[in-house]
């Protein structure tokens, strides 16, 4: 039985914050390390102990303390291609076809949600030019969207440590695609100009607009309750087309009954949509994830 300590209802009253803004509950683990992570936060603001963050917090509940605290009880964790298997699939099947499907009008949209720091989207970004000239031409849009704006300030800078880069990337792409300052390596700016970043919370219909070809939500909808998670999942099937493809992490699954998206047997973690918004699943991209139509 957890004792009830004033401590455990600042940390209780931090993770109900937490979840009312973001969706996200605080596992076990990630609970025993919030005064952990906010410690450097409350060292830089005078404070001594989550109770006095908390009292601020009930004085303020909006502007950069909040969001500081908020961001910091977010699990960041990214890396560059992470999940190596969704971006061969993503490169020898899925952008091919997109690729293929929409040559008259040379048109892509792409959408990240949840991207973190930026280094899901700049992976994406990175495997079209790993494709060669078969996008010269094209209007391509790469968006990456997260709810924390300081992660999103992040994403826009491009900047990265050796250490955070060199899990997942290859040291072809770090030379092609970083240029070192001091001891940070610097995204370059071709890269960084085919990626848009801004703040957007899933669980608000906000600041996202239009359907996309292939939308990632990798890692975010883990720690939603059901409810929550359907509030998500019919926030990406708003933004989705009849043979948009989604891509969530390792043991997620989006929630609804009119969930119209369908497993792509072939390649795990890819969802195809069919007849979006309207409703009932069906068996079309069993196949393979072939034949899409744009409604
Ligand atoms: C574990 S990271 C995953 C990053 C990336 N998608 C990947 O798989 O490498 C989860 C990200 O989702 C963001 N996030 C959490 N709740 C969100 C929400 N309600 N709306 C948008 N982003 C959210 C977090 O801020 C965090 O940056």
Redesign the pocket.
């Known amino acids: 039985m957890t004792i009830q300590t004033p401590h455990n209802r600042s940390v209780d009253t931090l993770a109900r914050l937490l979840e009312t803004h973001?969706?996200?509950q605080l596992s076990e683990a990630r609970r025993w390390r919030v005064e952990t992570s906010l410690r450097p936060l409350l060292r830089n603001h005078g404070l001594r102990s989550l109770d006095d963050l908390v009292g601020v917090l009930g004085h303020a509940p909006a502007g950069p303390l909040f969001d500081q605290t908020i961001?910091l009880m977010?699990?960041?964790?990214?890396?560059f291609f992470?999940d190596l298997a969704v971006f061969q699939s993503l490169k020898t099947a899925i952008l091919p076809e997109l690729h293929e499907r929409n040559a008259s009008e040379r048109r892509l949209r792409i959408w990240?949600?949840?991207?973190?720091?930026g280094?899901?989207a700049y992976s994406i970004a990175m495997a079209l030019k790993h494709m060669g000239d078969v996008w010269d031409g094209w209007r391509i849009m790469i968006l990456g969207?997260?709810?924390?704006p300081l992660?999103i300030d992040e994403a826009k800078r491009g900047r990265y440590t050796q250490m955070e880069i060199q899990r997942g990337l290859a040291i072809s792409d770090l030379l092609r695609w970083f240029t070192p300052i001091g001891e940070y390596w610097q995204i370059k700016d071709e890269l960084r100009e085919a990626v848009n970043f801004q703040t957007?919370?899933?669980?608000e219909p906000r600041a996202v607009s239009g359907d996309f070809d292939l939308i990632?939500?990798?890692?975010?909808l883990f720690y939603?309750q059901d409810e929550?998670r359907q509030i998500?999942s019919s926030r990406l099937m708003h933004h989705s087309h009849d043979g948009t493809y989604l891509v969530l992490?390792a043991g997620e699954t989006l929630v609804g009954q009119d969930t119209c998206y369908t497993p792509c047997p072939k390649h795990g973690c890819i969802y195809r949509c069919n007849e979006p918004r309207r409703g009932s699943p069906t068996s079309d991209g069993s196949a393979g994830c072939g034949h899409a139509t744009r409604s």
């Open positions: 973001t969706g996200q961001d977010l699990n960041h964790e990214s890396s992470r990240c949600a949840g991207c973190s720091t280094k899901e969207t997260d709810v924390s992660a957007d919370n899933l669980l990632l939500c990798r890692n975010v939603f929550k998500a992490g």
